[in-house]
């Protein structure tokens, strides 16, 4: 199983988006894909209309159960969002563990433990991580194998970028691991002459972690929250469903002929 | 004083674009503003072009010394972004005081003591929050007469908004204030569908909260940031720039005659 954790310190730049129709392109693509919701405003069971009043156990409960005789797998918590595609969504209790936190080792592989244990096979598991540099985002990063890091073509994103790709670097070193980073611009809106210029500096400093595929504002994105549909289902013909398609090929290393 | 508290746990609202330009536009009325950055992400800094190698001293070396002999007041750290237009920059260290806070109610106090302790004279302080429930934004709520929520005018925000006014009123009403709260519509783009629809159910669910003024998208918002300019300065004559000179004049009760 492929891990990719979807992380950003800054808010707002499609981590969700991505977490939700990433895995549904997956999916599509014949790929068994599981969302991971680490974030405590559990906007992935939002934007896939899962009943949230009917969500009884979250990632939280297999988290605090871990290591203990009565953990909790991760088969026993996850929903079937689509063929293929299910997602073990997040419970606002998350943030305790956040809180709680004093940021010891074994507290930030608790994640990694949990996907090591889980019975169900995947082949490929996308974490959605919240906007803040602490106790769950370090779980994410210490159980991915890759970091995907959305950023708008925007000033405070190319400010940032050199620092993020630093510290996730160095978290994911706690873990062992050697992870590869992505780096997708999202939200681009090639009429903006600022989006244009932000965009080819992207590519020119950031070349060697940089993705071709690149994300286009698309309407249908934010619609397809609205309705709870990943873009696969709520608009399979858009851009945004083709920039998706286009995104999962390129992370599975069949580089399109296009 | 009115002190103003511009937050959400969402991330990517506006938070930082509202703090800045809100903050010009109170200035460009004849107000004293002074913006205060509580996000370690110190992107009020970089949005007004602040030199970061040269910021040595914080917001947070007011809050840590706050209570002792060798309290550190804010006229020592502001720098002049405009005439009557002050910044006291964050710095990455702030996530310091959140990671070893207990929640004790002092820690979340600190920030009413600086304001409430300066030599300097302002009429208004705008306070810039992380999009993290925590310490650093529990310092601004308590410290706040009036908490303003920028939404976009998505799906998310309609989901999170009941709870987001009840932990925000909740928070203040620790710090023994009633705050007035106020929801600003921000990245409108009139020409979407979907946007118009959750304006107006905005609109409908919140009418004793929402203002008048509604923020648009704007290209100019985005480059001003870029420049290190605040609107006012940037593009004066812009949609931008007038919607922020509108939602001070309505913040400030000069209900305009428009
Ligand atoms: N490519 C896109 N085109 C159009 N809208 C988009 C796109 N990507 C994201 N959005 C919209 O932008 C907003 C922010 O995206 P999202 O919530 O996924 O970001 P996030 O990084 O997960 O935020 P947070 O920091 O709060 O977790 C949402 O309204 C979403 O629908
Ligand atoms: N009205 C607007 N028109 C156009 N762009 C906007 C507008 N408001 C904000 N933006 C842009 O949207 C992005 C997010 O805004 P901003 O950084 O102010 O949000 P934030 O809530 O402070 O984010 P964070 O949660 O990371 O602190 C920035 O690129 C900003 O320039
Ligand atoms: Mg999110
Ligand atoms: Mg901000």
Redesign the pocket.
């Known amino acids: 199983m492929r891990t990719i954790a979807i992380a950003s ?4 730049v499609g981590k969700t988006t991505l977490a939700i129709n990433l895995s549904a392109a997956f999916a599509k693509l014949g790929k068994r894909a599981l969302v991971v919701d680490m974030d405590p405003q559990g906007h992935c069971a939002v934007g896939v209309a899962l009943p949230e009043d009917r969500i009884e156990y979250s990632i939280l409960d297999c988290l605090q159960s871990q290591g203990t005789s009565a953990a909790v797998d991760l088969s026993q918590i996850t929903w079937q969002v689509a063929p293929d595609y299910d997602l073990a969504p997040a419970s606002p209790a998350l943030s305790q563990l956040e809180e709680r936190a004093k940021g010891t080792i074994a507290e930030t592989t608790l994640l990694t433990q949990v996907l090591n244990a889980t019975t169900r096979t995947y082949d490929v598991c996308v974490i959605d991580c919240p ?1 803040h540099p602490g106790t769950l985002m370090r779980n994410a990063l210490k159980a991915a194998d890759e970091i995907v890091i959305p950023v ?1 073509t ?3 994103a190319l400010h940032d970028l050199p620092g993020q790709i630093e510290a996730f670097e160095a978290i994911a070193r706690e873990g062992g691991r050697q992870v590869r980073i992505h780096v997708v611009p999202n939200q681009y809106d090639v009429r903006t002459k600022l989006a244009r210029e932000i965009l080819a500096e992207l590519r020119q400093r950031f070349a060697s972690v940089i993705t071709n595929a690149v994300i286009n504002f698309n309407t249908k994105l934010k619609e397809g929250a609205c309705y709870g549909q990943p873009i696969t289902e709520f608009a399979p013909g858009s851009s945004g469903a083709h920039d998706f398609g286009a995104l999962a090929r390129e992370l599975l290393h069949e580089r399109t002929a296009s």
Chains 1, 2 share one sequence.
């Open positions: 310190h800054k808010g707002g906007p708008e925007g000033y405070y």
